[in-house]
């Protein structure tokens, strides 16, 4: 009961995953990513495993489509499932069962897929594909974020609103970025809000943290300074002042 993309950028190879749904905290179940390996969505019936498997397939050498296929044949509920994947050189993937809820289908372009159940038309996955094919050479971060904004302009989840999550991933184990609205009247444009300050607050840190290979530093004073403010006195705001 969710709609969603998948994508990797061609210019810096990193690869993502935005989605949103009328349910709480769908970025603890549905985006999945692996370093140098790839992202997807499991959706309408969730079920981690199929990611998993997917993933643990394209690591092995197996590219998204011919991974997503043997994946598939193994769950014996596969026509309750969902899922969207892109692999590391950009072939991307999807599955919509026959047995999901209307409206439900996908959409395939060039190093992304669009998916979702439960909406309220097409025009959803359509106004997604177009977003994202629209903002090329932005950075993936914005493109995945404007292909979510335009899913739920469009109409998004027929149920309504209450959840969406955004997830890039890099060449590091952990996430380049990891964002969650876990339950909102408004989650794709609270996610929005978030992500501006995030750009701000939090890619800074991130973009210091340690990496493999790479002997770990202290972090920028730059950062660190910028950190030692109260959140609202931060580029950006948000937060809160300490309660005297």
């Known amino acids: 009961m969710t709609f969603s993309i998948v994508a990797r950028c061609p210019s810096t190879g990193l690869f993502g995953v935005a989605v949103a749904t009328a349910v709480p905290a769908v970025g603890s ?5 692996r370093a140098k390996v790839g992202a997807a969505s499991t959706q309408s019936w969730v079920n981690p495993y199929l990611a998993l498997g997917v ?9 998204a489509r011919a991974a997503l296929q043997a994946a598939l044949a193994a ?11 892109v692999d590391h050189a950009g072939e991307a993937a999807a ?7 209307p409206w439900c289908g996908q959409e395939i372009g060039d190093g992304f897929a669009v998916q979702g159940n439960m909406l309220t038309g097409a025009q959803v996955i359509d106004a997604m594909a177009g977003a994202f094919r629209m903002s090329a050479g932005q950075r993936l971060d914005e493109r995945l974020m404007r292909a979510l904004e335009a899913g ?8 309504g609103r209450q959840s969406a999550s ?4 890099g060449e590091e184990d952990y996430c380049a970025l990891d964002l969650r ?11 929005r809000r978030v992500l501006e300050i995030a750009r701000l607050q939090l890619v800074p840190f991130i973009e210091g943290m340690p990496r ?3 002997a770990a530093g202290p972090a920028p004073e730059s950062v660190t300074s910028m950190l030692a403010l109260t959140p609202p006195d931060r580029p950006g705001g948000g937060g809160s002042r300490r309660l005297t």
């Open 75 to 85: 769950d014996a509920a596969r026509e309750l499932r969902q899922i969207g994947v």
């Open 212 to 214: 493999r290979g790479i």
């Open 166 to 169: 955004l997830r890039v991933q």
């Open 181 to 191: 609205v876990d339950e909102h009247a408004q989650p794709v444009t609270e996610l």
């Open 95 to 101: 599955f919509t069962g026959a047995d999901c809820t």
């Open 29 to 33: 179940m549905c985006p999945f990513s």
């Open 55 to 63: 993933l643990d397939a394209i690591a092995a050498g197996t590219p």
């Open 152 to 159: 739920d302009a469009a109409g998004g989840d027929r149920r």
